[in-house]
Nanobody, 124 residues
Framework: EVQLVVSGGGLVQTGGSLRLSCAAS????????IAWFRQAPGKEREGVAC????????DYADSVKGRFTISSDVAKNTVYLQMNRLKPEDTAVYYC?????????????????WGQGTQVTVSS
């Protein structure tokens, strides 16, 4: 059974940091790329970052470049999203998702599996 288990959300002040985790089971990171998405109230879900072990590729949305870092621990089959210098506009529910092999420029429809969301709230 495929599962993506997300953890690490919470409340933080502007300028603070949080680290999200996405633990995968039922497949390996060599088979699937993992992407992080977020959805703020009243807004569409948007891609944030993606990592593909198979293609040695990492992508970031422009809005988070230089502040967020995506990484993976192959031994733990887990992908992390380190979020630094957080802003109120980063407030959203964050999801991880898996797509075959490579990052597809955050194509929602390319994702095969989704994890549950975790709330990230950045206070001003």
């Amino acid at each position: 059974e495929v599962q993506l288990v997300v953890s690490g959300g919470g409340l933080v002040q502007t300028g603070g940091s949080l680290r999200l985790s996405c633990a995968a089971s039922g497949f390996t990171l060599a088979e699937y790329a993992i992407a992080w998405f977020r959805q703020a109230p009243g807004k569409e879900r948007e891609g944030v970052a993606c990592i593909s072990t198979a293609f040695d590729k990492i992508d970031y949305a422009d809005s988070v470049k230089g502040r967020f870092t995506i990484s993976s621990d192959v031994a733990k089959n887990t992908v992390y999203l380190q979020m630094n210098r957080l802003k109120p506009e980063d407030t959203a529910v964050y999801y991880c998702a898996a797509e075959r092999l490579s990052c597809s420029n955050f194509s929602f429809y390319a994702m095969d599996y989704w994890g549950q969301g975790t709330q990230v709230t950045v206070s001003s």
